[in-house]
C-alpha cells in the first residue's frame, strides 16, 4: 500500500494518498516507485496565488497540485466546511452569488476541476470516475473535514457518489439538479442549438474541430439555457466562460466529457448506498423531468427534495437565496 504522507496543511490527521490511485492503470501507467513518489510530492507542494476575482477581489484564490495537476481553487469565511462543486463547462465562478452569504456562516471552498476554468486539463477520459477521484484528492490535498458537499449538475452527482463510497471527509450533500439521466444528454435539452452543436460534438474529428471553433454567441445562446430568469447570467460570467473554454486542452476536455456522459447515469447505480443526509434541490425548469426526479428521491435512502419556482438548471445563478437556504438547512439538519 503507498504510504501516507505527513500533512502540510490545516489541522488533524496526516493526509491520505489521492483516490487517483483507483482509477484503472493509474499505478501501473506511473511505475510503483514513482506513483509513491509522485503522490507524496503532491502533498508537499504549497499552494501559490492565483489572479484575484473580479466579483470578489477580497476573496483569496489559489492553486494546488492534486494529482500532478494544477487547480484553482479559493476558500472564504470561517465555521463547518462547504465545498461548492459546479456542473460541467463552467468553473468555480458559477458560485459568484451565493459565496459571499455562505461565507457568513461557513468555511466555503470552491474549485475549478481539470479541464475548467483555470485549472489544468491532463490528457484524459473525462468520465464521471475522473472527476470523483478529483474532487476526493482536493479534499485529501487541503485536508478538508466533516464537509457539506453543495454541488451543481455534475457536482451534485459526484457529491453523491462520495457519499455512496462513503467518503470521510464527507457528513452530507445538497445536490443540485444533478445530471444522473437520459445517458448525460441533458444539455441538449436546453435548446434546439444546444442539441445540435452537442449531437455533432459527440463525433471524431469534426466535434473537436467546432468545439476548438464555437463562437461566443453560439455558447452564450448554450449556456443561457440553463436559466429560466432573465439577466440571471451576468454577461461578464458568459464572456470569462467562453474565454476560459479556448485555454489549452479545454476543448478537447469537453469533447471528451461529452464523448462520456453515460457514465453519469450509470452512477446512479451506487446511490443505494448513501447513508448521509441528502437533500435534492430542484429548479422547476431544470432539464430533467419528474419522473427523473422522483427516481433519485426513491433511489436515495432517506433524502429530501425541494423543487424552486421560476428556477433552471443554474439554480445558483437563477435562485442564490434559494440555494443558501437548502445548504443552511441540511447544515442544521432541517430537510424536513
Do not use: C
Amino acid at each position: 500500500m503507498v504510504p501516507r504522507a505527513a500533512a502540510t496543511m490545516g489541522e488533524g490527521p496526516p493526509m491520505p494518498y489521492s483516490y487517483l490511485h483507483r482509477l484503472p492503470g493509474a499505478q501501473e501507467a506511473a511505475g510503483p516507485k514513482e506513483a509513491v513518489y509522485g503522490q507524496i510530492a503532491s502533498w508537499t507542494e504549497q499552494p501559490i496565488s492565483a489572479a484575484p476575482l473580479p466579483w470578489a477581489p477580497d476573496i483569496p484564490v489559489h492553486y494546488a497540485s492534486v494529482d500532478g495537476m494544477r487547480i484553482r481553487y479559493l476558500v472564504a469565511g470561517s465555521g463547518p466546511a462547504v465545498v461548492l462543486l459546479h456542473t460541467l463547462r463552467t468553473q468555480l465562478d458559477m458560485f459568484q452569488k451565493v459565496i459571499p452569504e455562505l461565507a457568513t456562516h461557513f468555511r466555503v471552498y470552491a474549485l475549478d476541476y481539470p479541464g475548467h476554468g483555470h485549472a489544468d486539463a491532463p490528457d484524459a477520459d473525462y468520465a464521471a470516475e475522473f472527476f470523483v477521484a478529483s474532487v476526493a484528492g482536493f479534499l485529501d490535498r487541503l485536508n478538508i473535514q466533516e464537509a457539506v458537499l453543495a454541488g451543481e449538475s455534475i457536482g451534485g452527482s459526484i457529491a453523491l457518489l462520495l457519499a455512496a463510497r462513503h467518503n470521510p471527509r464527507v457528513r452530507g450533500v445538497v445536490a443540485v439538479n444533478p445530471y444522473d439521466y437520459d445517458r448525460g444528454r441533458g444539455l441538449r435539452r436546453s435548446s434546439a442549438l444546444a442539441n445540435v452543436v452537442l449531437g455533432i460534438t459527440a463525433v471524431p474529428i469534426l466535434g473537436d474541430m467546432l468545439t476548438r471553433r464555437a463562437p461566443l454567441p453560439a455558447v452564450k445562446r448554450i449556456l443561457e439555457g440553463g436559466v429560466a430568469r432573465k439577466n440571471s447570467f451576468p454577461p461578464e460570467l458568459l464572456q470569462e466562460l467562453y474565454e476560459t473554454g479556448k485555454r489549452p486542452g479545454h476543448s478537447r476536455a469537453f469533447v471528451q466529457l461529452v464523448r462520456h456522459w453515460p457514465s453519469w447515469e450509470q452512477a446512479r447505480a451506487e446511490y443505494g448506498n448513501i447513508v448521509l443526509p441528502v437533500l435534492l434541490l430542484y429548479g422547476d425548469h431544470d432539464w430533467s423531468r419528474d419522473a427523473e426526479r422522483e427516481a433519485n428521491h426513491r433511489a436515495i435512502p432517506g433524502s429530501r427534495m425541494r423543487v424552486v419556482k421560476d428556477a433552471g438548471h443554474f439554480l445558483a445563478l437563477d435562485a442564490p437565496g434559494a440555494f443558501v437556504q437548502a445548504v443552511v438547512d441540511l447544515d442544521a439538519r432541517r430537510v424536513e
